[in-house]
Antibody, heavy 119, light 108 residues
Framework: EVQLVESGGALVQPGGSLRLSCVASGFTFSSYSMNWVRQAPGKGLEWVSYISSTSGTINYADSVKGRFTISRDNAKNSLYLQMNSLADDDTAVYYC????????????WGQGTTVIVSS | DIQMTQSPSSLSASVGDRVTITCQASQDISIYLNWYQQKPGKAPNLLIYDASNLDTGVPSRFSGSGSGTDFTFTISSLQPEDVATYYCQQYDSLPSVTFGQGTRLDIK
C-alpha cells in the first residue's frame, strides 16, 4: 500500500523551531518529487515547499522563504521540513504529498501533522 | 501571483443532482489545473489533473473541463459520499502554485 506518514507536529512558542518528518512506503520514494502543503484551521490549502527526487531543485512559498528548509533522505524514504522563527500564522496541519510529474500535482497525501504556534 | 477564484463558495444539492463548480484564473493557465476533494477531517485527494483527466480509481461521475482562464468541475449524479470541500489548483506559474478558496458541498 502506498502510504505517507507525517510526524513531529507539536505546540511551540512563537520564535521557536520544529522539524517535521514524513516517511514513505509502498513506492520507490527516490523516484518522486515531494511537497509540503499546509492548512490553517478552518482555511484552505497553501503550498509550502517542493523538492525534486534528487534534491537538485528546491522551492518555497514566499511566506516561508528564509525560515523553512525542506530536505530528504532517500536511503531512509524520508522527507523533512525544518521550521524556524515560527509565527502564529504558521499554525496549521502540515501535509506531505507525492508529486509524480514534478508539477505540484499531488497524487498521494499523508494524514497530516498539526503544528500550533502559541505562547 | 495567479489568483484562483472558485464559485460558489458553498452549495447544497440533493442526491442524484448534477453539481457544477467553476474556477476562474486571473490569467491564462492553459490546462494546468487540478481538482482535489477533501472530506471532513481527512487529507485532500486528487480527482482530476490537467483540467480534464480523471486520476486512477476516481469514479466516472466526476469530470472536469476548460482551458485558459475558465474551468468547470462536475459531478453528474451526486452521491452521499461526495460531501466534501473541493479545491482547484493551478500549476502554470511553477514554482509557485495556488489553490482556490474551496467550495463546500453538502446534501440538501
Amino acid at each position: 500500500e502506498v502510504q505517507l506518514v507525517e510526524s513531529g507536529g507539536a505546540l511551540v512558542q512563537p520564535g521557536g523551531s520544529l522539524r517535521l518528518s514524513c516517511v514513505a512506503s509502498g513506492f520507490t520514494f527516490s523516484s518522486y518529487s515531494m511537497n509540503w502543503v499546509r492548512q490553517a484551521p478552518g482555511k484552505g490549502l497553501e503550498w509550502v515547499s517542493y523538492i525534486s527526487s534528487t534534491s537538485g531543485t528546491i522551492n518555497y512559498a514566499d511566506s516561508v522563504k528564509g525560515r523553512f528548509t525542506i530536505s530528504r533522505d532517500n536511503a531512509k524514504n524520508s522527507l523533512y521540513l525544518q521550521m524556524n522563527s515560527l509565527a502564529d500564522d504558521d499554525t496549521a496541519v502540515y501535509y506531505c504529498a507525492r508529486d509524480p510529474w514534478a508539477t505540484v500535482t499531488l497524487d498521494v497525501w499523508g494524514q497530516g501533522t498539526t503544528v500550533i504556534v502559541s505562547s | 501571483d495567479i489568483q484562483m477564484t472558485q464559485s460558489p463558495s458553498s452549495l447544497s444539492a440533493s442526491v442524484g443532482d448534477r453539481v457544477t463548480i467553476t474556477c476562474q484564473a486571473s490569467q491564462d493557465i492553459s490546462i494546468y489545473l487540478n481538482w482535489y476533494q477533501q472530506k471532513p477531517g481527512k487529507a485532500p485527494n486528487l480527482l482530476i489533473y490537467d483540467a480534464s483527466n480523471l486520476d486512477t480509481g476516481v469514479p466516472s461521475r466526476f469530470s472536469g473541463s476548460g482551458s485558459g482562464t475558465d474551468f468547470t468541475f462536475t459531478i453528474s449524479s451526486l452521491q452521499p459520499e461526495d460531501v466534501a470541500t473541493y479545491y482547484c489548483q493551478q500549476y502554470d506559474s511553477l514554482p509557485s502554485v495556488t489553490f482556490g478558496q474551496g467550495t463546500r458541498l453538502d446534501i440538501k
